[in-house]
C-alpha cells in the first residue's frame, strides 16, 4: 500500500460556466499574508473560489467584461431575465481556479429556444481560462462587474506587482 506522500496529483485542465443573471451578484472577499510576496486575494462567487495571486488578472477580466458594453454586445441582452439556476450550497466549494496571471478572454454570443419560456434566450459567453462567465441580462453583466472591479481594488490594495514579488523571492533564496 502507498503512502498518501507518494501519491501524485495530476494537473487537470477543465471548463466551469458560471450562470449569471440579475442584480443581485455578491463575490466574498478574503485575503491572506497581505503586502508579501505571498499575498493571495481570495474571490468566492457561488461554488467557485477564485484565488488571484497577481493584480494583473481581476484587471484584464474586469476589461473584458467591461468591453461587451463598450462593443454593444449587450444590447441583445433583456435589462432583466428571470433565471433560477440551481444554486450550491453556501460554502461548499466545487472549483477552485488559481490566477498566477491574467488570462486571454474570448467573447461568444449565444442563443437558443427555451421551451420553458416559449421563446429564443440569448446569453453572452466570455471564456477567461477555465471559467466561462455567461451573462442572461445587463443587470447582472453590470452588477457582477461592479463586483469583480471591487476584487481588482482589494488585489491593487494587498498584492505586490509580479517585478517586486519577483524580487523579493529572489533576495530569498
Same mark, same amino acid.
Given at each position: ?44 462567487? +457561488? ?6 495571486? $497577481?493584480? !494583473?488578472?481581476?484587471? =484584464?477580466? @474586469?476589461?473584458? %467584461? ?62 477567461? +481560462? ?6 442572461? $441580462?445587463? !443587470?447582472?453583466?453590470? =452588477?457582477? @462587474?461592479?463586483? %469583480? ?25
Amino acid at each position: 500500500m502507498a503512502s498518501q506522500d507518494n501519491w501524485i496529483h495530476p494537473s487537470v485542465t477543465t471548463r466551469t460556466t458560471i450562470m449569471i443573471a440579475g442584480a443581485d451578484q455578491h463575490i466574498r472577499l478574503d485575503v491572506t499574508n497581505a503586502l508579501t510576496a505571498s499575498a493571495a486575494v481570495f474571490a468566492t462567487f +457561488g461554488a467557485i473560489r477564485m484565488v488571484i495571486t $497577481d493584480p !494583473a488578472v481581476p484587471r =484584464a477580466l @474586469v476589461g473584458s %467584461l467591461r468591453s461587451l458594453q463598450d462593443k454593444g454586445l449587450t444590447l441583445t441582452l433583456p435589462e432583466k431575465f428571470v433565471l433560477s439556476p440551481e444554486r450550491f450550497i453556501e460554502d461548499e466549494y466545487l472549483v477552485t481556479v488559481n490566477w498566477g496571471r491574467a488570462p486571454m478572454c474570448r467573447t461568444v454570443p449565444g442563443g437558443a429556444y427555451d421551451p420553458r419560456y416559449r421563446r429564443h434566450v440569448h446569453w453572452i459567453d466570455v471564456e477567461a +481560462g477555465p471559467l466561462t462567465f455567461r451573462f442572461f $441580462d445587463r !443587470a447582472g453583466h453590470k =452588477a457582477f @462587474v461592479a463586483e %469583480l472591479a471591487r476584487a481588482g481594488q482589494a488585489a491593487r490594495s494587498t498584492l505586490l506587482p509580479a517585478h517586486e514579488k519577483a524580487q523579493i523571492i529572489g533576495t530569498n533564496t
